[in-house]
């Protein structure tokens, strides 16, 4: 039974490795502005569930008060009625805004209830939403003295890299295809051996 050995290599032309490479590094780079965006989206919604929860602990103060003038004055008017100093139909007003403020008061509590949820689902503190309680002090706005070149601000937006990796990308790759033109080179060489010979046999080829 003869023995045979060979090996063949492939010598690729018209840069298709390394068209195929910087394929690959923009695909790369899209792929890590992708992560880096959606940390992006992760933070912004992760500060606005924040501020609702701050607004809504706020709005539970301010609702509360206006609950409580609101029955405060309803009182009053009862004992303007009864003194005959004041219209009943002006006092069913009064007892209809009363009740407006009331409605208010548990709508904030509820809406603070759904937005501590949101922010415990971020946090990963799903089991403590009830406990969450945030600093109600906004951050005082910053004053811009100079105009931002918003060409360039966008430009570094994540999403943007990872849009504009995969358009050179594609370029790279429309260069691959356009390189399929030119034709590789295959250079090969075997050696047989026989049983009984002394001698083996080799060969050279190029396709």
């Not at 209830?113 to 906004?138: C, E, F, K």
């Not at 995969?166 to 295809?177: G, H, M, P």
Request: charge should be negative.
């Amino acid at each position: 039974m003869d023995t045979v050995f060979r090996i063949d290599q492939v010598i690729e032309r018209g840069d298709k490795h390394d068209l195929r490479m910087k394929t690959a590094q923009q695909l790369e780079i899209a792929s890590e502005a992708d992560l880096a965006d959606t940390n992006r989206q992760q933070r912004i919604a992760l500060y606005n569930a924040y501020y609702d929860v701050a607004y809504a602990q706020d709005k539970i103060q301010l609702t509360a008060d206006a609950a409580d003038l609101a029955t405060t004055a309803q009182k009053k008017a009862e004992l303007r009625l009864s003194a005959g100093d004041i219209a009943a139909a002006e006092v069913a007003r009064i007892r209809v805004d009363t009740l407006r403020a009331q409605n208010d008061a548990e709508q904030a509590i509820a809406d603070a209830v759904n937005a501590r949820i949101s922010l415990a689902y971020l946090i990963g503190l799903d089991n403590q939403a009830d406990q969450i309680q945030v600093d109600p002090a906004w951050p005082t706005t910053a004053v811009m003295t100079t105009t931002p070149d918003f060409d360039n601000v966008i430009a570094q937006r994540a999403d943007v890299k990872a849009a504009q990796a995969r358009v050179d990308a594609a370029r790279q790759y429309k260069e691959l295809i356009r390189s399929q033109r030119t034709r590789d080179i295959s250079v090969g060489a075997q050696v047989e051996h026989y049983p009984g010979a002394t001698e083996n046999t080799v060969g050279l080829g190029i396709s």
